[in-house]
């Protein structure tokens, strides 16, 4: 395929690159259960999916009544990398879309996630991503502000010395395109249905300049779009 029009692609992770959010959200259900806050699944994603838990302590703070503890959250991590270690899977298309687009870019390409760099780095070695991504992988938690914020892609873009207006971001969520669009990239929303990911009309309103369905569709999508100005 043709060189990228953009000078980099940044990619988040939950929801484009792995499948992640339905196992990371059942754990957070029966966690936040056992702290005495019930909702159901649906709901539970809903409320959180590309939301920081501890960015959201005073919603759950509220509904159980408890102080939100480091303590809480070190064994929400723990409890969920080890559900993740065991059951995730990769996006369908993603690991070939990563690669083509990877050769196309000149190898300018990264992960930008509002997930913390253990996760992260665990979701990409296994799927087998990881080694695209060594070096180029970029954490909310390591920022001052997480996503929507746009600091982790603006991170990402200075460190493979690209201009973010000139970057392409894939993203799935409304928080993430919210991010994205803050940087000035351009915001490609990934959005293949279920409860997992964000509905066109969302991403569309939050600004992603297109939705696609289907991660095979992705490098055809980005060697044809115009050259940003």
Known sequence: MPRMKFEAILFDCDGVLVDSETITHIVLQRMLAEAGWTLGLDECMRLF??????????????????????????????????????????????????????????????????????????????????????????????????????DVYLAAAAALGADPRRCAVIEDTATGVTAGVAAGATVFGYAPGGPSHGSPEQLLAAGASHVFTDMAQLPALLATWPAPR
């Open 49 to 150: 999916i590309g939301k920081l838990v501890r960015d959201q302590a005073p919603l759950i703070e509220r509904m159980t009544g408890r102080p939100l503890t480091e303590e809480w959250l070190s064994s929400f991590r723990a409890a969920r990398n080890k559900a993740l270690a065991n059951e995730l899977e990769v996006i369908p298309g993603a690991p070939a879309a990563v690669a083509a687009l990877r050769e196309a870019s000149g190898g300018r390409i990264a992960c930008a996630s509002g997930a913390d760099r253990p996760k992260i780095e665990l979701q990409l070695r296994k799927v087998g991503l990881y080694e695209l991504f060594e070096g180029r992988i970029f954490s909310g938690h390591e920022m001052p502000r997480s996503k929507p914020a746009p």
